[in-house]
């Protein structure tokens, strides 16, 4: 493992001087327009909220947990492939999983080993996606996608006893399972569910009958006037490896308690669910994708309904973002990614900054860029 310095409270002039001092094969071997990246990006005047938690390896979809009084972060682990830019992410060529791991936010941050690499699942061909982690009786369960040989993503699980890995992986996926973005949320009576789904690469719309439809629509439904896709919820079996029951819609309302419609490009979902809980309510999170908002809706139970209430971040520097929310001494962090190390979509990095309720409940939107 290595452990490298916090940069998530130092200035950018900063963190230009620290990614010139690595050398490029620090990250892993695109290191090259990394520093000329953050120089310009200082040059012009750009004020990033935070700064990446690594610069040793390129980081995005961070899903944060705090076990045994310790944060870890699994992330996506980002690498310069050979695939063309696309609308369906083909260029997302992720490989392996390495997890973070920090005793307090703004600490030193440690880079775990290989936790999980996609020529140990038997099923599963590339694309190894945004994870998620939970921990049950002893045993750590990180829950990736990827896809399987016919194209189809599916959704795996691996254990381990130590929660930076490495991971053995169930020789199958999760039955039932398809789509991305797994997120397992474990409520107050320690009952376990998993949200996930994403349309466009995620490929929600091509499993609308069940079966994976490698012909199926591009994007969406394609019917703006029409509820728009929902993403999935499941409770978990005892085990924490398979669904305790079929997938279920997550249902999202707007203030007049109508579902949100596939046209409502700035509010309905995209991709990367999240669930957390705060005062008794829930809070479902998610990406607007194409709009490029981090956004949530509350309800009153897991399964929802839930309705919108607003924006938790404006669109940051990349294409998209995909976020945890996760309490910490007190505070709620909001872990999130942007592409400030590198300027390309498909080289990310991690950041993680502070998020504030109002009195009634709502979340304070954050700016990524300072002005």
């Known amino acids: ?8 409270v130092v200035p950018a002039l900063a963190l230009a001087i620290a990614i010139a001092a690595c050398s490029p094969s620090g990250l892993d071997g695109n290191a090259a327009a990394t520093n000329e990246s953050a120089a310009n990006a200082q040059g012009q005047g750009k004020r990033y909220l935070s700064q990446p938690l690594v610069t040793e390896i390129y980081t995005a979809d961070p899903s944060a947990h705090v076990f045994g009084g310790k944060i870890y972060v699994y992330n996506s682990h980002d690498i310069d492939g050979p695939t063309p830019e696309d609308d369906l992410g083909a260029h997302f060529e992720m490989r392996d999983y390495r997890v973070l791991s920090m005793d307090k936010i703004g600490g030193p941050v440690t880079i775990g080993p290989v936790a999980l690499d996609v020529s140990q699942v038997p099923w599963a061909e590339k694309q190894m996606w945004a ?6 009786n002893g045993t750590y369960y990180l829950y990736f996608p990827a896809k399987d040989r016919q194209g189809a993503f599916r959704i795996g699980v691996a254990t381990s006893k130590n929660p930076m890995g490495p991971f053995k992986p169930n020789p199958q996926p999760i039955k039932g399972s398809f789509s991305i973005d797994p997120a397992v949320f474990t409520d107050d009576d320690g009952k376990s569910y998993m949200y996930f789904g994403g349309i466009w690469g995620g490929q929600l719309q091509r499993n609308t009958s069940g079966t994976y439809d490698p012909n199926g629509s591009k994007t969406d439904l394609q019917a703006d006037d029409k509820p728009a896709l929902t993403p ?6 005892p085990g924490m490896t398979e669904f305790a029951e ?15 419609k596939g ?27 194409d709009t490029h908002y ?18 938790i971040m404006e669109p940051v520097e990349g294409w998209t973002t995909h ?24 080289l990310r ?23």
């Open 294 to 311: 981090l956004v949530y809706a509350i309800g009153d139970s897991p399964y929802g309904p839930f309705t919108y209430k607003g924006r």
């Open 232 to 237: 999935k919820v499941a409770a978990m079996d």
């Open 246 to 260: 079929k997938p279920r819609d997550v249902v999202i309302l707007d203030e007049r308690g109508q579902p949100l």
């Open 349 to 371: 990095n991690v950041k993680v900054t502070e998020m504030f309720y109002n009195p009634d409940g709502t979340i304070k939107t954050i700016n990524p860029v300072l002005k």
């Open 263 to 289: 046209g409502d490009h700035d509010r309905r979902f995209f991709e990367a669910s999240w669930m957390h809980k705060y005062n008794g309510k829930y809070y479902f999170s998610y990406s607007t994708g």
């Open 1 to 8: 493992m290595r452990r490298i310095r916090s940069l998530s």
């Open 131 to 136: 994870p998620d982690a939970a921990y049950k």
């Open 323 to 346: 976020h945890s929310i996760v309490e910490w001494d007190g505070r709620w962090w909001l872990f999130y990614a942007d592409t400030q190390l590198s300027g390309q979509t498909r």
